[in-house]
């Protein structure tokens, strides 16, 4: 289940997107996100997201990640929005593409006395459907693999620090910024373990009875207590002790914490950062 | 007393090795007449329904430099002393003095935070960067130290536990005493006078276990760094130059292993494992055979005993003498 | 009635075909007896662990097969009702068990695993207090009533285990079942674990990093290291080589140690088995006898195969060193 979260394990690397500063890649991340959300707008021009998608897909080959890991994480994301499919397509209002049926399903004695006849449709699939299915599936995939190759190629700390560094002119409004780099740190260290722990605790209550794969919806909730339960209970203890550990450790001596990743932009970033927009601009209002 | 935790920060910045920035004269820690009970509601660790405290009135002084063992099964209060020890808990009655500060002053409490250092069982739960060397660097970066210092240091505390050459490595790929090493180099990395190890090798096999007191062992001797070691295996305190033993919130036994080790009865009804080496030590003794209370690994054994053969072989009649 | 398990060349390979491929298992062929006491022994990321997930099909392998009595499991598809069949057959008790407590009471807890056959209630009561009795818990209703949080971290422990005896299965897995216990927990525990083989035959297996705790319990040993099967045998037989066993990671326990030594020292025959009595009373013998027949030793040369000096002044003074290195501490 949490196999499907869009977070990678940072996988050490001297890639050039390793290299890049954290902030960078949020940046570039957000930047494509708003674009391809503004792109929607006009209809059935492609441009923006050609333009997104190929950045990305020229990201993941720099970044020489491993597409079968990818593809495991995603799998679920894109069973998820098949199932989507017909419902934005049959169910957003609009000029007409299309339209299906009706179609009459028949069944004979039906409960063996009566013949009936169920008509099904017309289902109509729009124009405005056909975009909406398209762009919006665009942006999720968009996010997720971006999230991914964000996560897999950078260090939490440099994640963190990048937050925080891009929230700092907050700080104006009285927005706790570093707890927030450290809630960000603290998230992408300790996931993989809490997915660790219930994956362990899931086998542990197998072996003595358990079976979460039969049963009414009902038996399996009370059964998902037995995972919930120890979980949740092992997390706080967990988080007790880190905190004290944090607290031993000299945690908020100071507001001006040291920037040990996300020192000056270099020649890359600002490469990256100013290419990105200007690639994907000309691609929005120019292109197709 | 104001004003001292804050010079002593900058000072921290200063200079490399400043360790004993306290005045000398002082014992580095001393608990007088400390009280600890739980709050009532967030009593996690001791659940008695009596709510008696969890230590109780404990008067105890650790020197610069000493390597010191606290014993105790579970529930002793042991986790307990070594948490007041930093000031992560506070004393509810009695005082707490690290370098002559008091961990009850929130301002001193910085300050001793970076004399008293502290590791827990699990590594795990400390380690909180993705990388060897960040997490090593992370408690620099939170005072704010410069970069290059903070690189300097962590090369330091990395090489100090025989790790600078996992640096770059994430610490899934490392092993549970790796990451118990990892957790001592990021306290090593404040260049603390003392390092509290709460239980630091329940988690671990023996043999990691072994090498993780002979870590600690190794930092007390070349470092002069005090060491107090939280465990309930008695073999992993006899290398300490003193053993105290908690049972029910009391210091109920102290002294050097060798007096500690001469009474196994009394440490068997503290509920503590006996080392099966004590135990045959004692077995010989009652046969008559000299071994002496501290010869508890099999080489300091066979030693004591060649010796005891020797001295048997020697009382025998004036005419051997001659053949040698 | 009591099973063994059968393994035949069995070989686990986690995330098998993809880049991230690591083999946790190979080509393991052991036989397990049926109501034997059986230690599994290694360092960390031996495979232990992943070994005995196999033996209540919470694994399957890659390649070969693990039997349990009528039922094998193999990498093909095994029917879910075998496996369901399987899991009541073997209990699993992982590792800190306490973890995985969830329910309101006691009592609750444990009848979680009957609770899934649909016994009738009055059933589950009775093998829920069996459990608990076999455990040596209390088994009044007042106490079945206690929430299990509110227990030692020992109590917590036993009534994991009950959990899993309350399934009534006739192989016992536990996955390092003393770790972090207390001398007294501790001896609970082994004296549990014997009475449970004593009176209901069944075949215990257990994962250890104690190797005196070992010899206390098992009748046979399998030493892993680096996903392989590397020794096996009688715990005293493997004691008696200590050296095999540190090449696998593993400290011996010291009184095999302090034989072994003796045994090199040129002290005379050392027992067969390592309590402190028996290795104390045959060293005492050496003290003894090195006082009667220290003439004809030394007339007859070395008996310290390390030293290769004779016994009389090069030994006393190799005892003098180590006793000064002794004293230094």
């Not at chain 3, 009471?105 to 589950?124: H, K, M, N, W």
């Not at chain 3, 076999?134 to 299990?148: G, I, K, M, W, Y």
């Amino acid at each position: 289940m949490l196999n499907n979260l869009p977070i990678g394990v940072y996988i050490p690397g001297q890639t050039p997107i390793h290299r890049l500063r954290a902030r960078t890649k949020l940046l570039v991340l957000i930047w494509l996100a708003l674009l391809c959300f503004v792109a929607n707008h006009k209809r059935f021009h492609f441009g923006a997201y050609v333009a997104s998608f190929s950045l990305l897909a020229l990201a993941l080959l720099i970044a020489q990640v491993d597409f079968g890991y990818i593809w495991r994480r995603m799998r679920l994301l894109v069973i998820l929005l098949l199932i989507g499919v017909p419902f934005s397509l049959a169910l957003t209002p609009g000029p007409t593409w299309h339209t299906f049926g009706p179609i009459n399903l028949h069944f004979d004695h039906l409960l063996h006395f009566q013949n009936v006849t169920i008509p099904l449709g017309p289902i109509v699939v729009t124009y405005d459907g056909i975009w909406f299915m398209l762009s919006f599936g665009a942006i999720f995939l968009l996010l997720y693999l971006g999230s991914m190759l964000l996560t897999l190629t950078t260090t939490p700390v440099a994640l963190a620090e990048g937050v925080m560094l891009l929230l700092r002119p907050l700080r104006r409004f009285g927005l706790p910024v570093e707890e927030f780099g450290l809630m960000t740190l603290v998230s992408l260290r300790f996931i993989p373990v809490l997915i660790q722990e219930a994956e362990q605790l899931m086998k542990a209550q197998i072996s003595r009875g358990a079976d979460f794969t039969t049963g009414s919806l009902t038996a399996r909730l009370r059964r998902l207590g037995s995972l919930l339960v120890p979980l949740v209970q092992g997390a706080l203890r967990r988080a007790a002790n880190l905190s004290s550990a944090l607290d031993a450790r000299g945690y908020g001596v100071t507001n001006e914490a040291t920037l040990l990743h996300e020192g000056r932009l270099g020649l890359l970033d600002w490469l990256v950062l100013l290419a990105v927009p200007i690639i994907t601009a000309l691609a929005y209002w120019k292109l197709f | 007393m104001e004003h001292l935790p804050e010079q002593h920060t900058h000072q921290a910045g200063a200079s490399n090795h400043t360790r004993s920035r306290v005045a000398a004269s002082l014992p580095l820690i001393a608990l007088e007449d400390v009280t600890f009970r739980y709050p009532a509601v967030a009593s996690r660790h001791e659940r008695t329904a009596s709510q008696r405290p969890a230590l109780e009135k404990i008067n105890v002084t650790f020197q610069r430099g000493e390597y010191i063992a606290l014993l105790g099964h579970n529930g002793s209060g042991k986790s307990t002393l070594a948490r007041l020890l930093n000031g992560l808990y506070l004393p509810t009655a009695g005082r707490l003095l690290v370098g002559g500060l008091d961990t009850r002053h929130p301002v001193a409490r910085r300050r001793i935070r970076e004399l008293v250092g502290m590791i827990f069982s699990d590594p795990d739960n400390q380690i909180i960067a993705t990388l060897v060397e960040d997490d090593v660097a992370w408690g620099l970066a939170a005072r704010g130290w410069p970069l290059a210092r903070i690189r300097e240091r962590v090369t330091e505390a990395l090489t100090a536990v025989g790790m600078e050459q996992m640096r770059g490595r994430p610490p899934y790929e490392l092993s549970g005493g790796q990451r118990q090493r990892l957790a001592i180099a990021g306290v090593l990395a404040l260049a603390p006078d003392c390092i509290v190890a709460d239980e630091p090798t329940a988690l671990l096999d023996p043999q990691a276990r072994g090498e993780m007191v002979a870590l600690l062992q190794q930092l007390c001797q070349r470092q002069g760094i005090t060491i107090i070691h939280t465990t309930h295996l008695l073999e992993e305190a006899a290398l300490a130059d003193r053993i105290l033993i908690l049972d029910a919130g009391q210091i109920v036994l102290s002294g050097t292993p060798t007096e500690i080790f001469s009474d196994l009865e009394r440490l068997q009804a503290l509920r503590l494992v006996v080392p099966q080496m004590a135990l045959l030590g004692e077995r010989l003794r009652a046969l008559g055979i000299p071994v002496p209370v501290n010869a508890l690994t099999p080489e300091s054994l066979i030693a004591a005993l060649e010796q005891a053969r020797g001295a048997a072989s020697q009382q025998e009649p004036p005419g051997r003498e001659a053949l040698q | 009635m009591s099973v063994g398990i059968s393994i035949e060349h069995l070989t686990h390979i986690y995330n098998p075909r993809t880049p991230t491929a690591r083999t946790a298992l190979h080509d393991i062929t052991m036989q397990i007896e049926a109501a034997s006491c059986t230690a599994i022994v290694g360092v960390t990321g031996s495979g232990k662990t992943t070994l005995v997930q196999h033996f209540n099909g919470l694994l399957k392998p890659t390649e070969g097969s693990v039997r349990v009595g009528d039922i094998e499991v193999t990498s093909d598809r095994t029917r879910s009702a075998d496996l369901r069949k399987l899991r009541r057959r073997v209990g699993l008790l992982f590792q800190f068990p306490e973890a995985q407590l969830f329910a309101p009471t006691i009592y609750d807890d444990v009848a979680f695993g009957p609770r899934q056959l649909g016994l009738a209630e009055a059933v589950i009561r009775m093998r829920v207090i069996r459990a608990l009795d076999a455990v040596a818990l209390d088994t009044s209703s007042e106490f079945l009533q206690r929430s299990p949080f509110a227990l030692s971290g020992g109590q917590r422990r036993r009534v994991a285990l009950a959990g899993v005896l309350a399934m009534r299965p006739q192989v016992l897995v536990l996955d390092e079942p003393s770790a972090g216990l207390d001398a007294e927990a501790r001896n609970e525990l082994y004296a549990r674990l014997a009475e449970l083989r004593a009176n209901d035959g069944l075949t215990l297996v257990f994962i250890s990093h104690d190797m005196a705790e070992v010899a206390a319990l098992a009748d046979r040993v399998f030493v892993m290291a680096g996903g392989e099967l590397r020794l096996s045998g009688a715990p005293e037989d493997l004691f008696r080589q200590p050296d095999d066993l540190i090449a696998c990671g593993l400290v011996p326990p010291p009184l095999a140690q302090v034989t072994r030594l003796a045994q090199e020292h040129g002290w005379p025959a050392q027992p067969q088995h390592f309590t402190p009595e028996q290795v104390a009373t045959a060293l005492a013998a050496g003290i003894s006898s090195a006082s009667h027949s220290s003439l004809s030793q030394a007339a007859s040369g070395s008996p310290l195969p390390r030293t290769g000096e004779g016994p009389g002044v090069g030994a006393s003074n190799h005892n003098h060193h180590m006793q000064g290195g002794a004293d230094a501490e």
